[in-house]
């Protein structure tokens, strides 16, 4: 008997709480719509996917759609880190298309695709009718699977694609809204549109946001006719905005290679910011984004930051002293050293605020230890981590935490309320 295909995001969806259901995603519910004949198994299906891709039993869901079911795969398309998570951060496959040797299925390299263009001309190549997109973000606008989300909407518009989100969970939670809302002139690979820092939503919900508040407005489309995607989310099941990832009951699958825990991505919201500063984010150790250091952060100078920090009784955060060797050669930044710093322990994930915790550690830094330990990527990466230059410009005027955080509410406001219209849970 063939059963009800779901009727995605404008579907209401009941929260049965934590402990009755875990979370069923978007693609477990789209699989289900497969097998009850809900899908059109002969219209050509692109994916985009990575190794978070994954079914409840943690199988590549390319594989077992492979493998149990009649639909048409055109091809794959991954974002930054490759199909199979063997790319280091901001290294490309090559932009090349490749046989994937286990499905047999042609992979594109997606992070090569940094126009709408682009992605357009995958999706004409692959003579794909319809794009899947199921990856799991992280909830911090400078992690980039949201902004490939974002071009290859673009790349649908200009191709005249159906597009589908196969929903999963915000992995900090999506309750969580805070820090700037990117200015204009600071738009970047981690940061195409103005969403704040920790935007609080889940890729559906963004992909709607993104369909009906950029699209139409984005010089790319100019001389598209239909510059709205024909879009659908399927959401999840059983799910609440104030679950954490370890809420759910999903297997973790590391999004990126520097993002090995639940604990690195709850912390990489503020954390992430440091990647705009000479000190070391914790690439290249076991614990990248949870701890950060330098190697004149040693001794008595540790000693002098780490009471400092203490006395600021930061929410639902406590730190470590400690000291490691940096023993990858995929880091920049002081690599076959030893640094010391602080470990970062986010022991009540309800309070912790990741973003002003950190803003509270480099105005401290910048207080204590100028020029010996803080400073600055001579590229100035920081403005574009940030959206602008104020963190900077605040920093050095001396300016304190709380000045600093005051500076972006007024923008953060109206984007929580543009947020607000396009909550689905």
């Not at 000190?279 to 930051?305: A, C, V």
């Not at 204590?368 to 574009?384: A, E, I, M, T, W």
């Not at 923008?411 to 543009?418: M, Q």
């Amino acid at each position: 008997m063939k059963l009800s295909c779901s009727l995605y995001f404008s579907a209401f969806t009941v929260a049965l709480g934590f402990a009755q259901a875990r979370v069923r995603t978007g693609y477990e519910v789209f699989y289900d719509d497969i097998k009850n004949d809900c899908v059109d198994l002969n219209l050509r299906h692109a994916f985009i996917l990575n190794p978070t891709s994954v079914t409840q039993e943690k199988e590549l869901l390319i594989e077992q759609l492979a493998a149990t079911t009649n639909i048409t795969i055109a091809g794959v398309a991954s974002p930054e880190h490759g199909f199979r998570g063997n790319a280091q951060d901001g290294a490309s496959n090559a932009n090349v298309v490749y046989k994937d040797v286990v499905t047999g299925i042609d992979i594109y390299d997606g992070y090569a695709f940094r126009t709408g263009a682009a992605w357009a001309k995958s999706f004409n190549d692959m003579k794909a009718d319809v794009v899947v997109f199921d990856i799991q973000d992280i909830g911090a606008r400078f992690y980039t699977y949201i902004w490939t989300m974002y071009d290859s909407m673009v790349g649908a518009a200009l191709s005249g694609k159906k597009y589908i989100v196969l929903d999963r969970p915000n992995a900090i939670g999506a309750d969580r809204v805070e820090g700037p809302v990117i200015l204009p002139g600071f738009e970047s690979f981690i940061g195409r549109k103005p969403i704040a820092n920790v935007h609080g939503m889940t890729v559906g919900e963004l992909a709607v946001l993104f369909n009906n508040e950029f699209l139409p407005k984005d010089p790319q489309l100019v001389n598209v006719t239909n510059k709205m995607i024909d879009l659908d989310v399927i959401k999840m099941e059983n799910y609440s905005r104030e679950m954490t990832f370890t809420d759910t009951g999903l297997p973790w699958v590391m999004p990126s290679p520097n993002i090995p825990t639940p604990e690195s991505a709850l912390v990489y919201a503020g954390q992430g910011m440091f990647e705009g500063t000479v000190l070391s984010e914790g690439r290249g150790t076991t614990r990248p984004f949870e701890m950060f250091g330098h190697p004149n952060l040693t001794d008595f100078n540790l000693r002098k930051f780490s009471d400092a920090v203490k006395d600021l009784n930061l929410p639902g955060v406590s730190f470590r002293e400690m000291y490691i060797t940096v023993t990858s050669a995929n880091t920049t930044k002081f690599n076959s050293k030893v640094i010391g710093g602080l470990q970062v322990y986010p022991d009540d994930k309800k309070v912790y605020n990741a973003f002003t915790a950190t803003i509270n550690l480099f105005v401290t830094l910048k207080k204590l230890l100028p020029d010996v330990v803080f400073g600055y990527r001579s590229d100035n990466y920081l403005k574009l981590l940030y959206g602008s230059n104020r963190l900077r410009d605040m920093l050095d005027a001396g300016n304190s935490a709380s000045d600093i955080i005051a500076s972006y509410q007024t923008e953060l406001a109206a984007f929580k309320a543009t947020r607000a219209k396009y909550l689905l849970y």
